[in-house]
């Protein structure tokens, strides 16, 4: 747990994550007040290395769920192993017969077997899938549900139960709740409207492109091998280029790329020749490409 | 600026506070509901008031959760707890007024001073609210003393001995308003005031857009919209896949059935679904971009836009005396550049006005693969026709090769025919002509379209 906003900082950034003030508000409140938080803001912002970084900081384990279009009950709660279940009626078939065998009726059979039927729907015959597991786990553990959005809605329904009180209802068996409650992150790329039911539930977080202070601290601090002066025109330029009406702006994924890339071949200074070949790296159509080319005199001084 | 926390020390007062604050977003038109103002008073014990950026971002991620309103909360943040200069911050004027009214005013008197100040407000132009906040009250003050309805109230608080007056046991009547009345009108004036410009203005002008009709809006009007129609168009498009959903389940699929179940020995332990084929509307988007309405061929190429990047399958034209496919155009860029560059396109015989007829002609000879029996042709335009032939045959053919034809007419319905319109030959060949006259009749258009899809 962490002790304060400092800290939450510090403990990130010890696991190379530099966040910004505001996120690490969040994040301490969220853990405080033990609520999901449910992260948007455009991609490569590093929404998903959040939760994975808070998970190393704590020492949680990570659970993640990829959600998709017809992700379902089955893939991301639990299902009944269909398969063992027959499986093992059929090995103890012999076993069965012995129980039923003083029954005189049909009925009377059946009213047997039903006072065994617990043993076919016990956890035994249950695969837990990620947010079962999450809730189960004997340690603490960090959700991440990523990319909600790209979920169907009625999925979200089911997240409900799990958002507010850490269980999940098993009609066969019961409610499960959280030994440990679970930290639950959601990301989101706005690909569709959240519900307010699970908005409600959550803290909301914005994580927008960094300011240059910020995002020169990230790039110092992981390629530590570009030159103080070099990133600096670096983030000067990217910032330059995302006021332009690009098709996709340059992330800080692909900010540390470019970085990478201009330490790799060894520039000093970041000069319009070196950009125009490199703009690849951090452009992603041709139309954006061509944009950049033609505004390169105002972006890049050199 | 300066952070004003001095105001934020005593608790019991802070609360009341931070409730009002949850009151100005929520006439700002922020959905807030009874849990977001609950974790916002859980959050606010776990952090240091002290810090603005921690402070401000306590209150955020508590209270905000649709990210298009952090400008909005941004803007009421600064209003309310930033001190400008030379101006109190709006945190003063609730935190030293709001006790002063109640101990002045009783119930009755506080809700009758309100509605004088709504009608006030009113009763004078935004311009002229623009002068100083004493200049203001005073006005106020003796408005009220001459109106007939506030007359009486005006009268009891002039008459009201000053309960701060030293001699308390004094009789006579005081002629001047006392200075903490005086005061606490200005306060109560300043707060409708502001909660008025951060609630209402936000909210109306959203509707005033959406329902301001296409011909009279203005060239930044226009830049205005396009995130309004963003946004309206992802509403629209959740709403269009959560009707494809619902349509999932169709008849039992044995094949899939028969195959995932040979794990259990054949036994249809899982029974598996069909997904009922749903039906995505190819949309033939025809439009005209004459110059004669400049703002209007605007906003039609902006939902031309809006169509196509809500539906897979469209391919989108423009037209003026002659036709192109702007499909690729707007698929490719951003709608303002794609709009620039339509209108700096020489392909178009710029200012000659529309030719509808000669524009279906071209339709028909070079992209009449677009059509198919599952097609729905829309056309945007008022069907002035500038005299010319109005190539009706051409116009049938595309009728005959699509399923539905529908014409979107911006066009009050009374002036349809007026002067060099057309309309009603085209008519009885569409399956319908719509007054289409602002973007909220689009948007039930285009709610119709699906149901009757279906």
Redesign the interface.
């Known amino acids: 747990m962490f002790s304060s ?1 400092e800290d939450t900082i510090q403990q990130l950034e010890k696991q190379k994550y530099i966040c910004s ?2 996120i690490a ?2 994040v ?2 969220a853990l ?2 033990q ?1 999901p938080i ?1 992260v ?2 455009p991609a490569g912002v590093g929404k998903t290395d959040l939760g994975k970084c808070i998970a190393q900081a704590l020492g949680y384990e990570l659970i993640r769920l990829q959600c998709y279009e017809g992700l379902d009950e089955a893939k991301a709660l639990y299902e009944w192993e ?2 063992k279940q ?1 499986l093992y009626t059929q090995i103890l078939k012999d076993k069965l017969s012995k129980i039923l065998e003083d029954q005189v009726t049909l009925k009377d059979a059946v009213n047997k077997l039903s006072t065994e039927e617990d043993v076919f729907f016990s956890e035994k015959f249950l695969v837990a899938r990620p947010i079962l597991k999450a809730i189960t786990n004997k340690t603490h553990s960090v959700l991440l549900i990523d990319e909600i959005d790209k979920s ?3 999925f979200e329904a089911f997240l409900l139960e799990v958002l507010s009180d850490f269980q999940v209802t098993i009609p066969e068996i019961g409610t499960i709740t959280a030994n440990k409650k679970p930290f639950v992150l959601l990301t989101s790329n ?1 690909a ?2 959240m519900s ?1 039911a699970l ?8 994580i927008d492109y960094p300011t240059k202070e910020l995002e020169e601290q990230i790039v110092k601090l992981k390629v530590p091998e570009c030159g103080n002066y070099l990133i600096k025109e670096i983030i000067n330029t990217i910032h330059e280029i995302r006021k332009l ?1 690009l ?1 996709k702006d340059p992330s800080i994924s692909e900010t540390l790329d470019w970085a990478k890339a201009l330490a790799l071949l060894g520039c000093e200074v970041l000069n319009r020749d070196i950009a125009i070949d490199t703009l690849n790296f951090i452009l992603k159509y041709e ?1 954006d490409i061509e944009l950049v080319k033609k505004n390169i005199n105002t972006i890049i001084v050199h | 600026m300066i952070y004003d926390n001095e105001l934020l020390n005593e608790e019991d007062k802070a609360k009341g506070i931070f409730f009002e604050f949850a009151e100005v977003l929520k006439k700002a038109g922020v959905n807030l509901s009874i849990v977001e103002i609950m974790d916002m008073m859980h959050a606010l014990p776990l952090i240091s008031i002290a810090e603005k950026e921690i402070f401000k971002q306590t209150l955020a991620t508590t209270l905000i959760k649709d990210y298009t309103d952090i400008p909005i909360f941004n803007q009421c943040f600064e209003e309310f707890f930033l001190k400008k200069k030379g101006n109190d911050s709006l945190l003063e004027v609730y935190a030293s007024h709001t006790n002063a009214e109640d101990f002045l005013f009783s119930h009755e008197e506080k809700s009758l001073l309100e509605s004088l100040i709504d009608d006030f407000l009113d009763s004078h132009p935004q311009s002229f609210f623009k002068k100083s906040n004493e200049y203001l009250t005073k006005i106020f003050i003796d408005e009220i003393q001459a109106s007939e309805s506030g007359g009486a109230i005006g009268l009891s608080l002039f008459n009201r001995r000053s309960r701060f007056a030293s001699g308390g046991a004094d009789e006579s009547v005081q002629q001047e308003l006392s200075p903490q009345i005086y005061e606490a009108i200005m306060g109560m004036l300043r707060r409708r005031m502001f909660e008025r410009n951060m609630g209402s203005a936000i909210k109306q002008r959203e509707e005033y857009l959406l329902n301001k009709y296409i011909y009279q809006l203005k060239p930044d009007e226009i830049k205005e919209m396009r995130e309004l129609i963003k946004r309206f168009g992802q509403k629209m498009k959740n709403r269009i896949s959560l009707r494809k959903k619902r349509v999932k389940h169709g008849t039992i699929d044995i094949k899939r059935t028969l195959r995932r179940n040979l794990q259990y020995g054949g036994v249809p332990f899982k029974i598996f679904h069909r997904d009922r084929k749903v039906d995505r509307p190819q949309l033939v988007v025809l439009c005209d971009i004459s110059s004669s309405v400049n703002q209007y061929s605007r906003f039609m190429l902006l939902l031309t836009y809006t169509l196509q990047s809500l539906f897979a399958k469209v391919r989108s034209f423009a037209f003026i005396s002659n036709l192109v496919e702007i499909t690729d155009l707007f698929r490719e860029m951003d709608p303002e550049r794609a709009l620039n560059s339509i209108f700096n396109d020489t392909n178009f015989t710029y200012g000659w006005g529309s030719n509808y007829g000669n524009s279906f002609n071209q339709f028909i000879q070079n992209y009449s693969d677009a059509l198919t029996s599952k097609t729905t042709v829309l056309i945007l335009g008022d069907a002035r026709n500038n005299n010319q032939d109005p190539g009706l045959d051409s116009f049938i053919k595309i009728k005959e090769r699509s399923r539905n034809i529908y014409w979107l007419n911006p066009d009050r319905k009374h002036l349809w025919d007026w002067s060099d319109s057309i309309a009603s030959l085209y008519i009885p060949h569409c399956t319908e002509m719509r007054e289409v006259k602002n973007f909220l009749d689009l948007s039930h258009f285009i709610d119709t379209l699906f149901i009757q899809k279906r």
């Open positions: 906003i003030k505001e508000t969040t301490y409140l405080k007040m609520k449910l948007e803001g269909y398969a027959l169907d809605s009625e706005n569709r409207e307010d908005k409600r539930r959550c803290l909301h977080l914005y009406p098709k139309k």
